[in-house]
């Protein structure tokens, strides 16, 4: 098959890009042949892949308008058996809903801003814009099968958009399990120089307001004022932030910014927990990377990858991030907890490529 593959923009590091680099190198081991249509892409160029590159609009507000558009008039002149977007487009065979419902995180961010910006919140020509985008990508007229990668975000879907339910397939994120398992823990600890005597949380992630760093920056001031409950050998807590943005100037000293890391795998192994309590993401690869890594998680209801925490054998779920009383308490039961069952393979990078490829394959 010659498939058409859109991904707007392409960097080493993100979730997306690593699930789609993946399944480039399973349809070519396949021989199977890929356009692939971006507006910049980083990753080295692979035999079997005809790039397309398609210029950007300089204002936010037109972004993924005019690269839908710059699709829209490409695709015509390309033979393909298959069109598969990771992008809100015109026009695909099957919508990859990575990024889940724009229309719920605008309402979930108005719900969480602080009084005097919940006005502005979704207010803007971008906003307005990619609403219109969603609109036209999740209809049943212009997309044949949507991917999910959580029943959240299929819920939304269904609930809120005139799309049939059974054209909804849910496929969960998948990890390379071997990458997470082999790590040496005692190594891992002493480079962001962790001691036997810190429990470490761990924060992985870009785009901080959405994934609630504030919570996770809140829970380590409360468990620093709960430090009488910790077990043996804790008599400190710490927290380790890996991922791009701006660290406070008048942080707290307890917290480690790394910044984007290639080797990711080490921050699961040094750390105790990974607390990641946003406000609205539709399937966090981190919850999944924890779990392949054996580190339990604490999340909030609002992301749709709390489904893969089970009775708190490998996690604990708070109904909201704002609740510090039920997170706190979570986090110190947590930390009395026995190490979590190795995940099962349903949640392998293997499975969630064979389970795209099989719907591929049915277009």
Not at 250 to 256: E, K, M, R
Not at 314 to 325: T, Y
Request: glycine content about 6%; some cysteine; aromatic content about 8%.
């Amino acid at each position: 098959m010659n498939i058409a593959l859109i991904r707007r923009r392409f960097t080493p590091v993100g979730g997306g890009e690593l699930y789609l680099q993946r399944l480039i190198d399973s349809l070519l081991t396949e021989n199977h042949t890929i356009e692939l249509l971006s507006e910049t892409w980083t990753a080295q160029e692979s035999e079997g892949i005809r790039y397309h590159f398609i210029p950007g609009a300089t204002s936010r507000a037109r972004r993924a308008v005019s690269f839908a558009e710059g699709v829209a008039q490409l695709l015509p002149t390309l033979k393909t058996d298959c069109v598969f977007s990771l992008e809100r487009t015109f026009k695909q065979d099957i919508y990859r809903a990575g990024d889940g419902v724009h229309r719920v995180w605008l309402e979930r961010q108005k719900a969480f801003a602080p009084f005097w910006r919940k006005p502005f919140c979704g207010r803007g020509a971008h906003h307005r814009n990619l609403l219109a985008l969603e609109r036209q990508t999740i209809h049943p007229a212009n997309t044949k099968f949507i991917i999910a990668n959580s029943d959240m975000v299929r819920d939304e879907i269904v609930n809120l958009f005139p799309f049939p339910a059974e054209r909804v397939r849910v496929i969960p994120n998948g990890v390379n399990l071997e990458r997470f398992r082999t790590v040496d823990r005692h190594r891992a600890r002493a480079q962001f120089g962790l001691t036997p005597s810190d429990f470490t949380l761990l924060f992985v992630g870009s785009g901080w307001e959405r994934k609630g760093l504030k919570y996770t920056l809140q829970l380590l001031k409360d468990l620093q004022s709960s430090a009488s409950r910790f077990p043996e050998p804790f008599r400190s807590v710490k927290l380790l932030v890996v991922g791009k943005g701006n660290a406070p100037l008048l942080g707290n000293p307890h917290t480690i910014y790394t910044g984007p890391i290639g080797e990711v795998e080490l921050a699961y192994a040094a750390a105790n927990l990974l607390a990641f309590l946003p406000i609205y993401e539709p399937a966090a690869n981190v919850v999944t990377e924890a779990l392949a890594a054996r580190l339990p998680v604490l999340t909030s209801a609002q992301n749709g990858a709390a489904e893969w925490i089970k009775d708190a054998r490998n996690g604990e779920v708070v109904d909201s991030p704002k609740n510090r009383a039920a997170t706190l308490e979570a986090a110190l039961r947590l930390m009395h907890a026995d190490a979590p069952p190795a995940p099962a393979d349903s949640l392998s990078m293997d499975r969630n490529v064979a389970d795209t490829l099989s719907l591929i394959q049915q277009i």
